[in-house]
């Protein structure tokens, strides 16, 4: 609890689902800068571990940060949202991750096509996000076995490493 009056929270932020959505729209900016800096790798594939690494340790250093990110779906906060400011911040929140990740996918395999792009979202976010998602809903710590395991997954998902 943040201690400050309800009156206030609700001055600040009109309702509940607005605050909820800035919430969510902070973690979703916090996760992203993360993933985006960790794509900076000379190397596409190092890059593309690190970017999904990273999920891991966001998740690990905000955890209550990913457990929002995990209990609400944008479309959702979308539908639910008042402010058009903030349907409209909540509407272009993934430009940012979707170009980085258009980039890396050109990186990795001198051309984006869907498959090829869908390929890299599934090694560097759903496989991450999907590792990590049962244990934040649950309140459970993280296995440290993820940082081994992730890697391999991540790896079979774009294929043998180039000799």
């Not at 794509?39 to 190092?46: K, S, V």
Request: with cysteine.
């Amino acid at each position: 609890m943040s201690g400050a009056p309800t009156g206030s929270i609700y001055y600040h932020f009109g309702s509940r689902d607005q605050l909820i959505a800035k919430l969510w729209m902070r973690a979703v900016y916090r996760s992203q800068a993360s993933a985006i800096a960790a794509l900076e790798h000379e190397d596409a594939r190092t890059a593309a571990l690190n970017a999904a690494m990273s999920v891991i340790t966001f998740c690990e250093r905000y955890p209550e940060d990913a457990q929002l990110l995990v209990s609400f779906r944008r479309e959702d906060l979308i539908r639910t949202a008042t402010d058009s400011a903030i349907v409209d911040e909540l509407n272009g929140l993934n430009k940012p991750i979707e170009r980085a990740l258009r980039d890396l996918t050109e990186r990795l395999y001198g051309t984006v096509t869907r498959s090829k792009l869908a390929r890299t979202t599934l090694a560097v976010l759903d496989i991450p996000y999907g590792a990590v998602r049962r244990h934040l809903i649950a309140g459970t710590p993280l296995p440290p076995e993820l940082h081994t395991e992730v890697p391999k997954a991540i790896n079979a998902i774009l294929g043998a490493a180039p000799s």
